[in-house]
């Protein structure tokens, strides 16, 4: 099996600290920050316990298409991508709140309706909706960002009255959410994708600039359909072809995982870990069209990793 990266453990000259993600390493510098996107997999806001081969490289890669292909919307921390897991960008203050902005009755949301809630995050939901409807406009439903177990989902109004961000920079944080979303619609369209539901993270430069920060419209942060055979499928109450993470959750609830106290998580197979990377690698190549070249390295991928960021900060 081809390599995978559990973890880094890098120490740089310059760098002032570090922060291990659930999925990312970030190394920080005074002007800057590092981020290597390692191959752990997490779901329920939980890490599993193997790596998945070319997950990083899929997720950075995705991101850097994106941060690309959106500059012009909304400003974003990226400034080089020198290696295919590592990204090198501006540093930010991130914003204690993550963007989720969904356009179909999927996931999280579709289990709080069918659970018999019609708000969701103060937002009201019409009856009569069946899991993957689309909903009558795009809607924002923000969480929390927790650094340790499960972010919680949050209202506008109980965002601005805790503090957690101003009214001023909140109302540009929707501005951009919805600029993005739209954007991220029409690639995907493009590409035979309805992009379903996603989430962004937006931090403020030393300029006072707010930026987009983090991963965007990445398996980890997005769900998928597949345009073709969507109205067929919704019609006849077939589960929609996903191309996202959601099948990981799946297999979870499967095995009787959730990620609550006292379950188990579920034995990783070699055929499961080799089945979670291909189809990383299948998402990669719909959502940009472009062909997946795998790193190819003889040595030690996280000794290439060390050497390539030191010769770049």
């Known amino acids: 099996m081809a390599q995978a990266i559990k973890e880094t453990n890098f120490t740089f000259a310059g760098q002032t600290r570090s922060y291990r993600g659930k999925v990312r390493d970030i190394y920080y510098f005074p002007d800057k920050l590092v981020v290597v996107a390692t191959d752990r997999i997490s779901a329920f806001d939980v890490v599993l316990p193997k790596a998945i081969p070319y997950k990083g490289q899929v997720l950075n890669q995705i991101a850097a298409y994106f941060l690309q292909a959106t500059a012009e919307l909304v400003p974003n921390w990226l400034t ?3 290696h295919p897991n590592v990204s090198i960008g501006r540093l930010c203050e991130p914003y204690p709140v993550e963007m989720v902005i969904r ?15 019609r708000s969701i995050c103060g937002v009201s939901l019409p009856e009569g909706l069946k899991e993957n409807d689309p909903l009558p406009e795009p809607i924002i439903t923000p969480t929390t960002k ?23 920079d909140y109302l540009v944080l929707e501005k951009y959410t919805r600029a993005l979303f739209a954007r991220g619609t029409e690639m995907a369209f493009e590409k035979g994708l309805i992009l379903v539901d996603t989430k962004y993270e937006f931090g403020k430069g ?19 359909f597949y345009l073709n055979g969507y109205e067929e499928r919704q019609q006849s109450g077939e589960p ?24 188990q998580i579920p034995e990783m197979t070699d055929e499961i ?3 979670i990377s291909d189809r990383y690698i299948e998402l990669y190549e719909k959502v940009t069209g472009l ?7 003889s040595g030690s991928l996280t000794e290439e990793i060390k050497a390539n960021i030191i010769e770049n900060i």
């Open 291 to 297: 062909p997946f070249n795998k790193i190819n390295t």
């Open 206 to 224: 030393d300029d006072e600039k707010i930026y987009l920060i983090d991963e965007v419209h990445t398996p980890d942060s997005s769900r998928y």
């Open 80 to 82: 080089q991508v020198p």
């Open 273 to 275: 870990v080799t089945m």
């Open 240 to 263: 929609q072809k996903q191309l996202s993470k959601e099948f990981v959750r799946q297999w979870l609830i499967a095995k009787g995982f959730q990620g609550q106290e006292g379950q």
């Open 103 to 117: 356009g179909y009755l999927a996931g999280h949301a579709w289990r709080e309706y069918k659970a018999g809630k």
């Open 146 to 168: 927790a650094h340790e177990g499960h972010d919680m989902d949050i209202s506008r109004e109980e965002i601005i009255k805790s503090g957690r961000v101003s009214e001023i």
